[in-house]
């Protein structure tokens, strides 16, 4: 099993920046995916970022592009996002997930173990 820790949210006005960060423990090392997924209140979950343990590729949802950075320390056990120009459409909870394989990193339900998401308010 793996056990994923957000930690980051908070209230940020339009233009800002945050950082969230995601600890991770257990059998870290077996995972091959580490992602961001973010949910609005009523919507269904969509992703943001992910990241290969192999090959350190990336990916992001097309509306981040540009603004948000993933980034992971394998040392640590951590994966951060780094997000930047936030807008008030970034609001949303926001959760970190990691995978056993690397098949169909945009997908959620490709993803084996949640954390408990942290909020982001972006005031405009």
């Known amino acids: 099993q793996v056990q994923l820790v957000e930690s980051g949210g908070g209230l940020v006005q339009a233009g800002g920046s945050l950082r969230l960060s995601c600890a991770a423990s257990?059998?870290?090392?077996?995972?091959?995916?580490m992602g961001w997924f973010r949910r609005v209140s009523g919507s269904e979950r969509e992703f943001v970022a992910a990241i290969t343990r192999s090959d350190g590729n990336t990916y992001y949802a097309d509306s981040v592009k540009g603004r948000f950075t993933i980034s992971s320390d394998i040392a640590k056990s951590t994966v951060s996002l780094l997000m930047n120009s936030l807008k008030p459409e970034d609001t949303a909870v926001y959760y970190c997930?990691?995978?056993?394989?690397?098949?169909?990193?945009?997908?959620?339900?490709?993803?084996?173990?949640w954390g408990q998401g942290t909020q982001v308010i972006v005031s405009s």
């Open positions: 997930a990691a995978g056993w394989n690397v098949l169909n990193i945009l997908r959620d339900s490709r993803y084996d173990f």
């Open positions: 257990g059998r870290v090392l077996s995972t091959n995916k």
